[in-house]
C-alpha cells in the first residue's frame, strides 16, 4: 500500500511539473507575438544578440505580400526601441524609434483603408499610458500620430 502510494505520488509530482512546464512555455510564446523558430525573428537575434526581445508583430507592413516582423527589445535598463524586420527574399531591418518601457501591445489596423497597414503601439512606464500609431515606408519607421509617448518611452 505505502509503495502503490509513493508512485502515486511520484506520477502527481511528475504531472504537475510537466503541466507546469507546459503552461509556462505557453505563456512565454503569447506574450512574445511570434513563434521563436520565426526566420525573421531569429535573424533579429543573430544580428542584434545584445537586445533582449520583448514584444513582437507578424505582419506585413511593406505591403508587398511577404510578412514582416515589428520588434520591440530592449536597449539598456527602462529603455526601449522598436525596429522592423523586413521580410521577403532579403532581410533588412530599419531604423529606431523608441518603444513604451512596460505593457507594450502591438496591433495592425489599416485606419486610413489604403496602401500600407498601420501600426499602433501601447504601453506604460511608472504608470503613464501612451500610444502612438505608425507607418512603413520607404524603409522607415514613420510616426504618425503619438499621444503622451514621451511618458512612457
Ligand atoms: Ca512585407
Ligand atoms: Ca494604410
Given at each position: 500500500m505505502?509503495?502503490r502510494?509513493?508512485?502515486?505520488?511520484?506520477i502527481l509530482?511528475?504531472?504537475?511539473?510537466?503541466?507546469m512546464?507546459?503552461?509556462?512555455e505557453?505563456r512565454k510564446?503569447v506574450?512574445?507575438?511570434?513563434?521563436?523558430?520565426?526566420?525573421?525573428?531569429v535573424?533579429f537575434?543573430?544580428k542584434?544578440?545584445e537586445?533582449?526581445?520583448?514584444?513582437?508583430?507578424?505582419?506585413?507592413?511593406?505591403n508587398?505580400?511577404?510578412?514582416?516582423?515589428?520588434?520591440i527589445?530592449?536597449?539598456?535598463?527602462?529603455?526601449n526601441?522598436?525596429?522592423?524586420?523586413?521580410?521577403?527574399?532579403?532581410?533588412?531591418i530599419?531604423?529606431?524609434?523608441p518603444?513604451?518601457?512596460e505593457?507594450?501591445?502591438?496591433?495592425?489596423?489599416?485606419?486610413?483603408?489604403?496602401?500600407?497597414?498601420e501600426?499602433?503601439?501601447?504601453g506604460s512606464?511608472?504608470?503613464?499610458?501612451?500610444?502612438?500609431i505608425?507607418?512603413?515606408q520607404?524603409?522607415e519607421?514613420?510616426?504618425l500620430?503619438?499621444?503622451?509617448?514621451?511618458?512612457c518611452?
Amino acid at each position: 500500500m505505502t509503495k502503490r502510494k509513493s508512485i502515486l505520488y511520484m506520477i502527481l509530482i511528475f504531472m504537475c511539473v510537466t503541466l507546469m512546464g507546459c503552461s509556462q512555455e505557453e505563456r512565454k510564446n503569447v506574450d512574445m507575438g511570434v513563434e521563436r523558430d520565426n526566420e525573421l525573428f531569429v535573424h533579429f537575434q543573430k544580428k542584434y544578440p545584445e537586445n533582449a526581445v520583448i514584444k513582437c508583430g507578424y505582419e506585413d507592413v511593406t505591403n508587398d505580400g511577404a510578412k514582416d516582423l515589428v520588434v520591440i527589445y530592449n536597449i539598456e535598463k527602462g529603455k526601449n526601441g522598436m525596429k522592423v524586420v523586413v521580410g521577403g527574399d532579403e532581410y533588412s531591418i530599419s531604423n529606431e524609434v523608441p518603444a513604451p518601457a512596460e505593457d507594450q501591445i502591438i496591433k495592425f489596423k489599416n485606419i486610413d483603408d489604403k496602401d500600407e497597414i498601420e501600426f499602433i503601439v501601447s504601453g506604460s512606464k511608472h504608470g503613464n499610458v501612451g500610444y502612438a500609431i505608425f507607418r512603413f515606408q520607404q524603409m522607415e519607421i514613420i510616426n504618425l500620430f503619438g499621444q503622451d509617448m514621451e511618458d512612457c518611452c
